[in-house]
């Protein structure tokens, strides 16, 4: 392995380590919940979801699971968007979303992301970073250059139970096990 690339392994291992670095501007997953899959997504602060329960209540226990499992790469805005608590006839039906929603966050494999755009704060300057199916992108001179570069590496390591085979591996030249 060359030198330019072990360096990019080691950024990117310290920037996986730090996943606040991260900022998720919109995503799109797959999320499987009990009663079938869904369709879940984020642009700015707006969620959306493709279940009845979203429907009818503006929240689901699938975006609060994604607020709980992605707390540290949202904003606070994103963190607390979705409809308010209130004590009402709902209240017990709420109760059981964020159960649920406790669940679905110990399970993080239930996620798979579809699309995502992010910035991530590197060591000198933030860069935009994308997915779109197996295709990554980056702003930064290495992906220009390289394909891959640590930016895209520290996003599928941690996002790595939330991304299928493909996309864990899309633009590495190696596997990571064989590096560690």
Do not use: W
């Not at 980056?138 to 640590?150: I, K, L, P, R, Y």
């Amino acid at each position: 392995m060359n030198s330019s690339l072990i360096s990019k392994v080691e950024k990117s291992r310290r920037y996986a380590d730090e996943p606040e670095r991260i900022r998720f501007q919109s995503f799109n997953v797959r999320f499987d919940g009990e009663n079938g899959e869904h369709t879940v997504s984020m642009a700015g602060a707006d969620f959306s979801d493709s279940s009845p329960s979203f429907q009818s209540q503006g929240t689901s226990s699938h975006i609060m699971a994604l607020q709980k499992i992605l707390a540290p790469m949202l904003t606070e805005e994103q963190q607390t968007s979705g409809a308010p608590f209130s004590f009402s006839a709902q209240s017990s039906s709420y109760v059981s979303k964020v159960e649920k929603a406790r669940m679905y966050a110990e399970e993080p494999q239930r996620v798979k992301f579809q699309t995502f755009a992010a910035t991530l704060r590197g060591s000198h300057d933030e860069h935009k970073v994308s997915m779109d199916g197996e295709d990554f992108s980056c702003d930064c001179h290495g992906f220009e250059a390289q394909g891959t570069c640590a930016h895209i590496m520290a996003m599928q390591r941690v996002l790595a139970d939330m991304l299928t085979e493909d996309q864990q591996t899309a633009g590495q030249p190696f596997s990571f096990s064989a590096a560690e």
